[in-house]
């Protein structure tokens, strides 16, 4: 009898682990079990947190405001810079071919900021000078968009092809700048010892107003005031 009841104990023992685990729809081992169920818990409370965050791309800030897509390309289509502005007005105004236009602008303005001109100022000069023809000369060798004379500044343009529109705006500019230094910032006294005369820096002065840009693009560096005296 005492076997039989030993045989029955032994029999539960062995079973009862199994039934357990039968019950919790389990087929992992006991230790497994709980193992995986501290994974799955854990794995919900994180779920939760990550929940709770937003989605944002690696590239995006807590901060900044969400912007449509395409707002940066709208935004620089409406607003050209002054190089396209001044290509654009040379070529409706002075019938200038677009590249040609292009690359004077490109020019004026680098040499308008380098020697704190107002590109309006250049873009005069220029005008009044050759109106725009690379290739125009004038009298005692005066050479391309500023009319540079070598023989009077025979270092500054040493080596240099004066109808190469880039190299006589920045020796116009560079003259210029002299001038202006020269005279203590007086912009009448520049323009006379550039033209020659009063009346050629009245000129100028004049015809820089029909080009005054806008804030933005005469902001390269307008030292001298187009009104001074």
Do not use: C
């Not at 685990?21 to 818990?41: C, I, N, T």
């Not at 109106?131 to 968009?145: D, E, I, N, P």
């Amino acid at each position: 009898m005492s076997r039989f009841f030993f045989a029955v104990f032994v029999s539960l023992g062995l079973l009862a682990p199994a039934l357990a685990q039968e019950s919790l729809g389990l087929s992992l081992p006991a230790d497994a079990a709980v193992g995986a169920a501290a994974s799955r818990a854990q794995g919900v409370a994180v779920g939760v947190r990550t929940a709770a965050l937003p989605q944002m791309s690696a590239s995006a800030s807590p901060d900044a405001p969400a912007r449509p897509a395409g707002a940066a390309g709208a935004e620089e289509s409406a607003a050209p810079s002054p190089v396209h502005r001044i290509r654009d007005m040379l070529t409706r105004k002075f019938g200038l071919a677009r590249e040609k236009a292009e690359e004077i602008s490109s020019a004026v303005m680098s040499s308008a900021s380098k020697y704190s001109l107002p590109p309006a100022l250049v873009l005069a000069v220029i005008s009044i000078e050759s109106r725009f023809q690379a290739h125009a000369h004038g009298a005692h060798g005066a050479t391309g968009l500023m009319q540079v004379v070598p023989a009077a500044h025979r270092r500054l343009v040493k080596n240099l092809d004066l109808t190469e529109p880039a190299a006589n705006i920045e020796a116009g500019s560079a003259i210029l700048h002299g001038y202006l230094e020269s005279a203590r910032g007086d912009l009448s006294a520049a323009l006379k010892s550039y033209g020659g005369s009063a009346a050629y820096a009245q000129k100028v002065s004049l015809r820089a107003k029909d080009f005054q840009m806008t804030d933005s693009a005469s902001e390269a560096g307008a030292t001298p005031a187009l009104s001074r005296q």
